[in-house]
């Protein structure tokens, strides 16, 4: 069965550092997410993506978040200074369609920690 | 502002017992209403989900019933085993678009 999948599982990185979270959604999916999950909450929308551009986002994806589809394959956030609240972890998600009805697969996140 | 409100935040039952799961949410326009499972260390997995057209959808020991009226939805399971303990999170488009607002999630353990 085709899966969303994510690397690295967790990162490790200094406050005020560059991360790349990366993700290979599933082959024939349009539409890209990624949501966050800070420890013990809930889980949070940061950003959609379709046909090279962001379709919404978060207040919480500022100036400090970019999001990339380098490839055909691969779906990238960047956090270019990453904060000690930046801790969490990345889920990306893919659908292969925009309507509201539509399924998302999930990833099985990468843990950052920002120390 | 939009939101989901999930009840309870933990749930613990006896194996076999059933268990259930309440959400609503704010948005009277969202139409599709997803509920993730998530063991630990993993990324939320879609169980089962309803569509604003029907009021009821059964899978095996799984249910969600949508009441739109009321602006609520729930998940039945039944016949726990305690490979259902994981934390359960609903979900609901709200607003324009399709990106997904979560519930605040429930711990269920389901006790051998």
């Known amino acids: 069965e085709p899966e969303v999948t994510q690397t690295p599982s967790h990162q490790v990185t200094q406050m005020g550092q560059e991360v790349i979270l990366r993700c290979v959604p599933i082959?024939?999916?349009?539409?890209f997410y990624w949501y966050r999950q800070i420890l013990g909450q809930k889980v949070e929308f940061l950003v959609s993506?379709?046909?090279?551009?962001?379709?919404?986002k978060s207040e919480i994806f500022d100036d400090q978040f970019s999001v990339e589809r380098p490839d055909g394959s691969n779906f990238t956030l960047k956090i270019r200074s990453t904060k000690l609240e930046d801790s969490a972890m990345y889920f990306c998600?893919?659908?292969?369609?925009?309507?509201?009805?539509?399924?998302?697969?999930f990833g099985p996140g990468t843990r950052l920690t920002v120390l | 502002g939009e939101n989901v409100e999930q009840h309870p935040s933990t749930l613990s039952v006896q194996e076999g017992d059933s268990a259930v799961i309440k959400c609503t949410y704010s948005?009277?326009?969202?139409?599709?209403f997803p509920w993730y499972k998530q063991e630990l260390g993993k990324g939320p997995q879609l169980i089962i989900d309803?569509?604003?057209?029907?009021g009821e959808k059964k899978d095996q020991r799984i249910a969600v019933t949508l009441n739109k009226t009321a602006k609520h939805f729930s998940l039945h399971i039944t016949e726990t085993q305690p490979e259902d303990s994981a934390v359960y999170f609903c979900?609901?488009?709200?607003?324009?678009?399709?990106?997904?607002?979560f519930g605040g999630g429930t711990r269920v353990l389901v006790k051998p």
């Open positions: 998600a893919s659908s292969s369609d925009w309507s509201s009805y539509n399924e998302q697969f």
């Open positions: 082959s024939n999916h349009l539409y």
């Open positions: 993506f379709y046909n090279n551009e962001i379709s919404e």
């Open positions: 948005d009277s326009a969202s139409n599709y």
């Open positions: 309803i569509r604003s057209n029907v």
């Open positions: 979900a609901a488009p709200l607003a324009a678009g399709n990106k997904l607002t």
